[in-house]
T-cell receptor
Framework: GDSVTQMEGPVTLSEEAFLTINCTYT??????LFWYVQYPGEGLQLLLKATKADDKGSNKGFEATYRKETTSFHLEKGSVQVSDSAVYFCALNGSGGSNYKLTFGKGTLLTVNP | KAGVTQTPRYLIKTRGQQVTLSCSPISGHRSVSWYQQTPGQGLQFLFEYFSETQRNKGNFPGRFSGRQFSNSRSEMNVSTLELGDSALYLC?????????????FGSGTQLSVL
């Protein structure tokens, strides 16, 4: 079945540092890939997505590129802020019959210190 | 436009009891999904409804059930509660009929089973 593996962290960075959170996946067909973010006490929010190979999703300075050859969708940001502290989830939307659910990684807690 | 509303926000039950959680989707959204979030297992898909029909179900025992009403509001029910059912239950809605790419999450119901 579909699965997502991401670095579990926690990740602690200083403000303005470079961020990478690794995500790899296993899926049949051609899934869509997502990064969601969860701030304390809140539900998940879509951060960015990519729907086909070599697509780059971007939002709020975050980027991720759909790499089919390495089955990866790593999240990057060039300069993190304290307000980026949250839990980040990589997810995929399986194609075909499993099109109505998301499969999530276990999440990566990011803490950014001033 | 109001977001996804989940009630109650917190719930404390004892083993063997049953519980009903409610979710009101964003106005106009016809798809509602439920996810269970725990520290150990992360986010796991429970089920998804569209126009009162369950289209997909995750790997949970029959104690977990749900339904959707004609106004798209959804409820999930857990019978004979176990300690392991303690979790954050998240509801998400989507405007799309054939894809779940745009999921909007509520803040969740935190269920504690004692």
């Amino acid at each position: 079945g579909d699965s997502v593996t991401q670095m579990e962290g926690p990740v602690t960075l200083s403000e303005e540092a470079f961020l990478t959170i690794n995500c790899t996946y296993t899926a049949t067909g051609y899934p869509s890939l997502f990064w969601y973010v969860q701030y304390p006490g809140e539900g998940l929010q879509l951060l960015l997505k990519a729907t086909k190979a070599d697509d780059k999703g971007s939002n709020k300075g975050f980027e991720a590129t759909y790499r089919k050859e390495t089955t990866s969708f790593h999240l990057e940001k060039g300069s993190v802020q304290v307000s980026d502290s949250a839990v980040y989830f990589c997810a995929l939307n399986g194609s075909g019959g499993s099109n109505y659910k998301l499969t999530f990684g276990k999440g990566t807690l990011l803490t950014v210190n001033p | 436009k109001a977001g996804v509303t989940q009630t109650p926000r917190y719930l404390i039950k004892t083993r063997g009891q049953q519980v009903t959680l409610s979710c009101s989707p964003i106005s106009g959204h016809r798809s509602v999904s439920w996810y269970q979030q725990t520290p150990g297992q992360g986010l796991q898909f429970l089920f998804e409804y569209f126009s009162e029909t369950q289209r997909n179900k995750g790997n949970f025992p029959g104690r977990f059930s749900g339904r959707q009403f004609s106004n798209s509001r959804s409820e999930m029910n857990v019978s004979t509660l176990e300690l392991g059912d303690s979790a954050l239950y998240l509801c998400a809605s989507s405007p799309e009929a054939a894809t779940n790419e745009k999921l909007f999450f509520g803040s969740g119901t935190q269920l504690s089973v004692l």
